[in-house]
């Protein structure tokens, strides 16, 4: 049963199973003296790779989940208040519409897309891979904002568009009234 001299050598008449488990309570002096600096600053470092990447990997990166998230707290949420109105002894149909009427405030409440980027953002904060390169909050934001800002351009110039269609249907019309006058002047005068 010994290995390495480490052990019984027979775990006859010791009542155990003769199982060799190392001590956790002992503290290993290489690494309390203050030794091997380098080796743990490698660790360290190790393990906080380690957990950027299960960090990442645990972040949802769909606002679709997010909203299901949101569709689940809100079914919990009417669940609860049936069960509590059944305990005491409400009609069904009164039930109904009390629940109804409490889906819609939750969905009012919940179901807010300006709510559901936050989140979303909240959940997506970079953790920097390349410490080199620094992103801040404000990055993101900028970004963020420019994007908005391309769309807000587009719509904006989707608008001036259709105001230029609807001048240049106006001339038109208005060149056809002229063009029916001149013609109702020409008719009058040879009567």
Do not use: C, W
Not at 3 to 13: C, E, Q, R, T, V
Not at 117 to 144: G, H, M, W
Request: glycine share 4%; proline share 2%.
């Amino acid at each position: 049963m010994s290995y390495n001299n480490i052990g019984l050598s027979s775990a006859k008449g010791s009542s155990t199973s003769g199982f060799v488990q190392r001590s956790l309570a002992r503290v290993n002096k290489s690494q309390s003296d203050g030794k091997h600096y380098h080796a743990r600053q490698l660790a360290e470092k190790r393990k906080e790779q380690a957990n950027k990447k299960l960090k990442l990997a645990a972040l949802p990166q769909d606002i679709e989940i997010l909203q299901h998230d949101n569709k689940r707290q809100i079914e919990v949420q009417v669940s609860q208040l049936r069960d509590k109105l059944e305990d005491e002894g409400i009609e069904d149909k009164e039930i109904e519409e009390k629940i109804v009427e409490f889906r819609k405030q939750l969905k009012a409440k919940f179901v807010d897309d300006y709510k559901v980027k936050s989140v979303a953002q909240s959940y997506n904060k970079r953790i920097n891979p390349f410490p080199s390169k620094s992103f801040t909050e404000a990055d993101d934001n900028a970004k963020l904002n420019g994007e908005e800002e391309e769309e807000e351009e587009e719509e904006e110039e989707e608008e001036e568009e259709e105001e230029e269609e609807e001048e240049e249907e106006e001339e038109e019309e208005e060149e056809e009234e002229e063009e029916e006058e001149e013609e109702e002047e020409v008719e009058d005068n040879k009567n």
